[in-house]
């Protein structure tokens, strides 16, 4: 009884609503976009997978409404996703990122594979998952390489049951990138 009432007070208490999703997307937004970091938000918010998955909807949103088109998902080695837009493909690693790392990966496009170097960017400093989660795995830039010899359908099936669980459909044209080691 007392484990199923604890479950629910935190489930109450760490509902995130929409405004105060958008609010905290705004702050990740802003803090790239100045170059600075941000404490964890799991130091000020009891998040939950769902909350921080409504941030990173709330980002998406923004970055839409500043005319960027959704082109594709990433899939981290930790089987979480983040949104791909076209202003994320670069020429080359931009300056002014805060922690930046680069990771070779695979870009697949319908039937087309090719190498791409992925540039992480985490604006949150330390945390958990959550965070991580909440401004898109960090994921600020892909570079696209050469064409290479991959197997796709793997990917793209775990890249689709995991868009299942957020309510959507992997189009056959979106971009998928996975990270390779």
Do not use: Y
């Amino acid at each position: 009884m007392g484990r199923c009432i604890a479950h629910w007070v935190r489930n109450v208490i760490s509902a995130l609503d929409t405004v105060n999703a958008r609010r905290l997307a705004r702050s990740i937004l802003e803090a790239r976009r100045e170059g600075r970091t941000l404490r964890p938000l799991t130091n000020t918010h009891l998040l939950t997978r769902v909350d921080a998955l409504k941030i990173q909807e709330a980002l998406l949103d923004l970055r839409i409404g500043q005319g960027e088109l959704l082109v594709g998902w990433f899939l981290d080695e930790s089987g979480e996703l983040a949104p791909i837009t076209d202003r994320m493909f670069l020429q080359s690693q931009p300056v002014g990122l805060v922690d930046a790392r680069q990771m070779d990966a695979v870009a697949i496009h319908e039937q087309e594979v090719t190498a791409a170097i992925l540039i992480i960017d985490r604006v949150v400093k330390g945390g958990l998952p959550e965070d991580f989660l909440a401004h898109g795995c960090g994921l600020v830039g892909v570079i696209m390489g050469d064409p290479v010899e991959f197997d796709t359908s793997r990917v793209r099936n775990e890249v689709a049951k995991a868009l299942e669980q957020r309510n959507r459909e992997l189009r056959r044209t979106d971009l998928v990138l996975r990270s390779v080691r």
